[in-house]
């Protein structure tokens, strides 16, 4: 098949999950590349709609051992009419459990024909330099490895003729899904008076949780402590208080460590 148009659909709110996104699509290096960021509330009242001349890649960072509840609405309106489709999940170096398969289902069940799979690692969104886990990844290892699984994608479809010839890609997890994708209901971001109010740390919410005029207002119950409020703040004036992110952020911290590898399924 010859796959010169590719469309590239990612959510990351603290930005390991784009890299990750935008080397998988270096190495397919098609003709033409539509870059899709739903992060932003706005970008998902857009449904999408792909077709079988175009290469759809999903990338999503694992919340859970799931893929993002956020996302979930937005990704079953999928309309991928025969589709091949990438699926793609970035996990904090602990595990990603059933996100990959759900993922693929979710393609899957929208009509994408899912040709490739892939797990990475990125830097856990609870991470900080007193807590670091998976500091600095996804690293140069792991993007050339993303770039060599871009180039794999271009020669599986150019060996092909038809979506129809290929075979079913399996990948990890268990259905139903081992765990709850609800997130907790929690208070623990802590603001200090470095804060000028900029109002970068509302603009960059994906849930739109952050008081435009007041960065201290967060709406706990929309918020899904991807922490991209923090790790934006230009002035550093944000933190994680003493609550139960921050006793996971401790437990990541310490049973973590050793660093996880990237995994393909083709
Ligand atoms: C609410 C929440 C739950 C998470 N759950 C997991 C998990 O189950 N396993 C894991 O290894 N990482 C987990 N992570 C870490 C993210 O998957 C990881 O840091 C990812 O690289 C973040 O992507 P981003 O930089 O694009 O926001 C979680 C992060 C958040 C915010």
Request: proline fraction near 7%; charged fraction near 20%; glycine fraction near 4%.
């Amino acid at each position: 098949m010859n796959m010169e148009s590719v469309k590239l659909v990612y959510f990351s709110p603290t930005g390991t999950t784009k890299t990750v996104a935008r080397s998988i699509a270096q190495g397919i290096n098609p003709g033409s590349l539509e870059s899709i960021d739903i992060t932003s509330p706005d970008a998902r009242k857009q449904p999408l709609l792909t077709s079988e001349n175009e290469l759809l890649v999903v990338v999503v960072p694992v919340y859970m051992g799931r893929v993002p509840a956020l996302l979930t609405e937005w990704l079953n309106a999928l309309q991928a009419h025969d589709t091949p489709t990438v699926c793609v999940v970035v996990y904090g170096n602990r595990a990603y459990e059933d996100a990959l398969l759900e993922l693929k289902n979710i393609v899957t069940k929208c009509g994408g024909i899912p040709i490739a799979c892939a797990a990475y690692i990125g830097e856990h969104s609870f991470s900080s330099s007193e807590r670091p886990v998976a500091q600095g990844r996804p690293d140069k290892d792991d993007l050339s490895h993303a770039e060599a699984f871009g180039r794999k994608i271009r020669e599986k479809l150019e060996s092909i003729s038809s979506v129809s010839q290929v075979s079913d890609v399996h990948v990890p997890g268990v259905y139903p899904y081992t765990r709850d994708s609800k997130l907790w209901t929690v208070d623990f971001i802590a603001v200090n008076d470095q804060c000028t109010q900029c109002g970068l740390c509302a603009e960059v919410c994906p849930t739109s949780a952050v008081d435009s005029q007041n960065s201290s207002l967060i709406n706990q119950e929309i918020c899904i402590t991807c922490c991209a409020c923090i790790k934006n703040c230009p002035q550093n004036a944000r933190s994680m208080k003493p609550s139960p992110v921050m006793d996971a952020s401790i437990r990541l911290n310490t049973l973590f460590k050793e660093p996880k590898q990237p995994e393909c399924f083709l």
